[in-house]
């Protein structure tokens, strides 16, 4: 069973960082490509970082320069190194796997967790 949990979110003033977990649970992290989303309130959920197998990384224009994706394959561990804050980073991130295997891709999600930036 998969399971991914992230960690990390809080309250935080604009210009503040913050830095999100996502722990997968399973042996097949190290063989994806990991991606974090967020989706703030009233809007659709949107793309914000990739890190493949191969740590490949990218991100969207939004949060270009200010954040920074990582992962430790010893420890199944997706991280979001948040940066420069802005009101308009203010949602609920999640995390997403993406594996594929014998031709079949799957795809799993966090439960998310709540960023507020607010003066």
């Known amino acids: 069973q998969v399971q991914l949990v992230e960690s990390g979110g809080g309250l935080v003033q604009p210009g503040g960082s913050l830095r999100l977990s996502c722990v997968v649970s399973?042996?097949?992290?190290?063989?994806?490509?990991m991606d974090w989303y967020r989706q703030a309130p009233g809007k659709q959920r949107e793309w914000v970082a990739t890190?493949?197998?191969?740590?490949?990384?990218n991100y969207a224009d939004s949060v270009k320069g200010r954040f920074t994706i990582a992962r430790n394959n010893a420890e199944n561990t997706v991280y979001l190194e948040m940066n420069s804050l802005k009101l308009e980073d203010t949602a609920v991130y999640y995390c997403?796997?993406?594996?594929?295997?014998?031709?079949?891709?799957?795809?799993?999600w966090g439960q998310g967790t709540q960023v507020t930036v607010s003066s």
């Open positions: 399973g042996s097949i992290f190290s063989a994806s490509d």
């Open positions: 997403n796997m993406k594996h594929s295997s014998y031709g079949l891709r799957r795809e799993y």
């Open positions: 890190i493949t197998r191969a740590r490949t990384t």
